[in-house]
């Protein structure tokens, strides 16, 4: 697999240089370990040519759990001088699968690109706080410091209320509570929950896995089920969380209802029929879902890491439940006491005139790509690459040619 994606980075290079409204004087944005050798074949291969010779490279980090962690071996595959090897080598701390020294696609993007960013402001902080956050790579990123943390905008007109095409009764922050009630009566109906538009539903929309913190979540439902609430949870992933949450209907056949699908229009009634969206990620560099919901008027209940802690302003647009263990082997019974407690405070606040000022904060906020590009522009232009020019001042993003199909 990572001999075809080295093969991709240098097709990559040798297709935009085919390109003639392209140039020479550009930069690159590689993204994460599976394009983090493009810096160093534009050093190896091109530049010594009189290719690119102005050309630089911004590295974006989006996740830093994966890597592209190989045998040390490896290295010759990549048809490298030797050296690159330093900027590789990488002594891997973890028991499995391999101990020892290897190489390291994404520290070698870290250290030879020109600029390394990330997606949200303390996604930074985090990265550079220790190897359980920066997992191992903490050290490189603080002897080659990320610059700048730019928080990821969101399609709205794919997600938008008041055109969506998916729920029954469309609506914009004046007319949210009349349309919210009926809304949730329709997703009550389609998943085949008990229907009364007073009872408060919180959902959960995203993969099953320990990233996402749902195991954590199938652990705290049986804590603050007894209340009176409604809990649906549409996701795939791992068997075992797909099971589980299978489950939960027929342990609490009134109250929770799990749907181990992808179902996009499901997904959309899910927003427009809740109240709450629970988002318990361990780690989460930035997070989408929660802006999501929030474009809906569905008020976040997160932890507190990422992006999330960036986006989601405690009292004001939503709740936050703390940091969570980041350990993913088990569940910690901590982390399973702070999702109850907080989905006990924010059900508190339901139907008062603070919960219906937090749902008119969230849905007035622009949540779209406008204000990351320009933030975005500012630190690409700070490369002075010669040539670059800001854009329009005030110039929006285009809609997108087709449907954007969303990934719960």
Known sequence: LHWRLQEFSISTILNISLDDMVGEDVVFIANDWHT??????????????????????????????????????????????????????????????VVGRKINWMKAGIIESDLVLTVSPHYVK?????????????????????????????????????????????????????????????????????????????????????????????????????????????????????EELMLLEVKYPNNARGIAKFNVPLAHMMFAGADFIIVPSRFEPCGLIQLQGMRYGVIPICSSTGGLVDTVKEGVTGFHMGSFNVECETVDPADVTAVASTVTRALKLYGTPAFNEMVQNCMAQDLSWKGPAKKWEEVLLGLGVEGSLAGIEGEEIAPLAKENVATP
């Open 36 to 97: 983090a050798v493009l810096p160093c074949y534009l050093k190896s291969m091109y530049k010594p040519n009189g290719i690119y010779a102005n050309a630089k490279v911004a590295f974006c980090i989006h996740n830093i759990a994966y890597q592209g962690r190989f045998a040390g071996a490896d290295f010759n595959v990549l048809n490298l001088p030797d050296s690159f090897l330093p900027s590789f080598d990488f002594i891997d701390g973890h028991v499995k699968p």
């Open 126 to 242: 985090e990265l550079t706080s220790g190897p359980d956050k920066g997992v191992e790579l903490d050290g490189v990123l603080r002897t080659k410091p990320l610059e700048t943390g730019i928080v990821n905008g969101m399609d709205v007109y794919e997600w938008d209320p008041a055109t969506d095409k998916y729920i029954s009764v469309k609506y914009d922050a004046t007319t949210v509570t009349e349309a919210r009630a009926l809304n949730k009566e329709r997703l009550q109906a389609e998943v085949g929950l008990p229907v009364d538009s007073s009872i408060p539903v919180i959902v959960f929309v995203g993969r099953l896995e320990e990233q996402k913190g749902s195991d954590i979540l199938i652990s705290a439902i049986p804590e603050f089920v007894g209340e009176n609430v409604q809990i649906i949870v549409l996701g795939t992933g791992k068997k075992k969380m797909e």
